[in-house]
């Protein structure tokens, strides 16, 4: 039998993700973005599938984000593309607040 272990990756101060909006980190050699939204956290790639843009540079409403370059859309929670032009997913990541920091497993 093998044990799966989480390698949790300790990402920032939960205080330092705003809420209803997003930001971009340098994270173990990815480029990840951590969105706060009803007091939860929520973390994908930053770059989007379809072109080489920041989500962090987008619009976040709900659990929405929208691509700056041409306003794809992508459901937080889980990568889901939810608008043209995007069609491939973004990866996403579990995400833990624990001692008031934000852990990610990125693996
Ligand atoms: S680069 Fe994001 S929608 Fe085109």
């Known amino acids: 039998m093998t044990t799966m ?5 300790d990402a920032a101060a939960h205080g330092d993700v705003p809420e209803d909006d997003v ?3 340098a994270i173990a050699g990815r ?3 951590l969105y706060g939204v009803g ?3 929520f973390a994908t790639d930053n770059i989007c599938t379809h072109g080489h ?4 540079d987008g ?6 984000i929208e691509c700056p370059l041409h306003q ?6 889980n990568g889901m593309p939810t608008c043209a032009p995007v069609t491939e997913p973004l990866r996403s990541y ?3 607040i624990e001692g008031g920091r934000v852990w990610l497993a990125l693996d």
């Not at 619009?59 to 929405?64: A, N």
């Not at 794809?72 to 929670?77: A, L």
């Open 72 to 77: 794809g859309k992508f459901d937080v929670r």
């Open 39 to 41: 007091g939860e956290v």
């Open 31 to 33: 480029d990840i973005a």
């Open 94 to 96: 579990p995400v833990k």
């Open 5 to 9: 272990t989480t390698h949790w990756i």
């Open 53 to 56: 843009a920041r989500l962090c």
């Open 23 to 25: 930001i971009g980190l």
């Open 59 to 64: 619009f976040l409403e709900g659990h929405e």
